[in-house]
């Protein structure tokens, strides 16, 4: 075996015991392979996208360069190995000065392996070299800034092959478009499809990783207290609080079956992460999470002002209401009904509802706070909260100044005088402390009779001091 062969089989061979197969891949049918390098980002590190500032994505890791290599046979006393650089977010201009990077690394350690030396510089020192710093600009989906990014590239990789240029700030290559035509690195690939929107690639990777890494770790469960592998834990999002799938499976059955689907949140006190539909999908049966999934989007309707459900039983289907009206029509079953009172639409009469019904929605709306007498006054309309606020108040106080006439039921208020009273619409006479029904002959006999609960009570109540005044009015 020659000693370039033994070297290339030293060096494949070191790469292989260093990395993971994730990491480096040999090729099988020849000296070469692919590898794929994750820049060290530094802390805090951010992504926006072009013309929306205002919006910043915190990552720790993005898509990696892809290096693919061949070895030829005089590696490495002569030939450096054949490459290609690709990448899903740098430009083209960026590649290709990070090829021509490359090269010199290899003139000046020519003779010497050198893969090892360029995934160092690749790994730890991409980012300085082409001097890209938090927040990392990336473009959307649009057309002409994929026709100003190809033309960018374009103009930056050829002032880049100037010497006088490479060791400046990659910012200034493009600020002499036109001049110094020239052709970008063949050896530059970009994976991204310049007409694809890359924040969710970049996004997805991420978590992906993230995920990967919080996997391969030790964590102890916040309830049981057992050391499990984070492949085996749930992690909230919001609070990074963690917890082992069994004690969160039970805790999500538990909820879901109670119907507390709004409380499917971070178990430690006071804490207010809520688990996301994904993790609840991860650790569930597929029969509870229809369960949940329906609950959850049943009690979100339920916060919509103008949304309401079919009063019918074997129909329920959610219904959109148009403002300003109590009308609502399914549109499964085709029946109208009122909003208010869920009874047959019944157009301009009042809504029968009980007193009772009323009397909480009088309640409800008092104690609410201005934001929620507003959302009542959108969802069942002002004129009607104003309406059940009045009418409880006169309930009220009927039912502590009246008494029903126990013939036709109208309301009777006793202003002064005896117990003996006498209805204003039927004219029946009836007792005003046991709403009994006195006969038109001899009424009084009824507070005459020992044997009536009423004996002698005929004044009973009557304030005594104001009939006195009356009289000796009188008398003067």
């Given at each position: 075996?020659?000693?370039?062969?033994?070297?290339?089989?030293?060096?494949?061979?070191?790469?292989?015991?260093?990395?993971?197969g994730e990491e480096f891949h040999q090729a099988e049918s020849a000296?070469?392979?692919?590898?794929?390098?994750?820049?060290?980002?530094?802390?805090?590190?951010?992504?926006?996208?072009?013309?929306e500032q205002t919006t910043e994505y915190a990552v720790c890791f993005l898509p990696p360069l892809v290096l693919n290599f061949e070895l030829p046979a005089d590696y490495p006393s002569l030939s450096a190995p054949v490459f290609t650089l690709s990448s899903k977010w740098m430009t083209k201009a960026?590649?290709?000065?990070?090829?021509?990077?490359?090269?010199?690394?290899?003139?000046?350690?020519?003779?010497?392996?050198?893969?090892?030396?360029w995934m160092q510089f690749l790994k730890e020192e991409t980012l300085d070299f082409l001097c890209i710093k938090s927040p990392l600009e990336v473009n959307r989906n649009n057309t002409k800034l994929c026709g100003e990014r190809r033309k960018a590239d374009t103009t930056a990789a050829d002032v880049a092959s100037k010497p006088e240029v490479a060791e400046k700030k990659p910012e200034m290559i493009t600020e002499k478009l036109g001049q110094h035509p020239s052709k970008l690195d063949p050896r530059a690939v970009v994976l991204m499809d310049?007409?694809?929107?890359?924040?969710?690639?970049?996004?997805?990777?991420?978590?992906?990783?993230?995920q990967k890494v919080f996997d391969s770790k030790v964590f102890c469960c916040g309830i049981c207290f057992s050391e499990k592998l984070g492949s085996n834990c749930l992690c909230f999002k919001e609070c990074q609080h963690v917890y082992c799938n069994a004690c969160m499976t039970e805790y999500f059955q538990i909820q879901i079956r109670d119907g507390n689907v709004q409380c499917l949140n971070c178990p430690e006190p006071k804490c207010t992460s809520i688990a996301t539909p994904l993790q609840v999908k991860q650790l569930v049966d597929e029969e509870l999470?229809?369960?949940?999934?329906?609950?959850?989007?049943?009690?979100?309707?339920?916060?919509?002002?103008?949304?309401?459900?079919?009063?019918?039983?074997?129909?329920?289907t959610a219904v959109m209401v148009e403002p300003d009206t109590t009308m609502g029509i399914c549109s499964a079953c085709q029946h109208a009904f009122c909003t208010m009172c869920k009874l047959a639409y019944h157009g301009v009469s009042h809504c029968k509802i009980p007193a009772e019904e009323l009397r909480n929605l009088k309640d409800e709306y008092l104690s609410a706070t201005p934001e929620?007498?507003?959302?009542?006054?959108?969802?069942?309309?002002?004129?009607?909260?104003?309406?059940?606020?009045?009418?409880?108040?006169?309930?009220?106080?009927?039912?502590?100044?009246?008494?029903?006439?126990?013939?036709?039921?109208?309301?009777?208020?006793?202003?002064?005088?005896?117990?003996?009273m006498t209805c204003t619409s039927c004219k029946q006479y009836f007792c005003w402390l046991c709403l009994g029904v006195l006969s038109k002959v001899n009424p009084y006999g009824h507070f005459n009779n020992p044997h009536s609960p009423c004996f002698n009570q005929l004044f009973q109540g009557v304030d005594v001091d104001d009939d006195d005044n009356f009289w000796s009015d009188e008398e003067d």
């Open positions: 075996m020659s000693e370039d062969r033994e070297a290339q089989e030293d060096e494949l061979l070191a790469l292989a015991s260093i990395y993971d000296q070469g392979g692919e590898i794929q390098i994750c820049l060290e980002l530094p802390p805090d590190f951010k992504v926006v996208v072009r013309g960026q590649l290709s000065t990070l090829c021509r990077r490359l090269d010199e690394l290899w003139e000046e350690n020519q003779g010497c392996v050198i893969l090892f030396t310049p007409r694809a929107d890359p924040l969710p690639q970049l996004l997805d990777f991420d978590e992906a990783q993230r999470f229809a369960r949940y999934d329906r609950l959850l989007l049943q009690s979100t309707l339920d916060l919509m002002a103008d949304v309401v459900y079919c009063p019918r039983q074997f129909c329920g929620g007498k507003k959302f009542m006054e959108k969802r069942f309309g002002k004129r009607v909260i104003q309406k059940a606020v009045e009418e409880s108040f006169s309930r009220d106080w009927l039912t502590e100044n009246c008494k029903c006439c126990p013939k036709c039921g109208t309301n009777i208020q006793k202003v002064d005088g005896c117990n003996k």
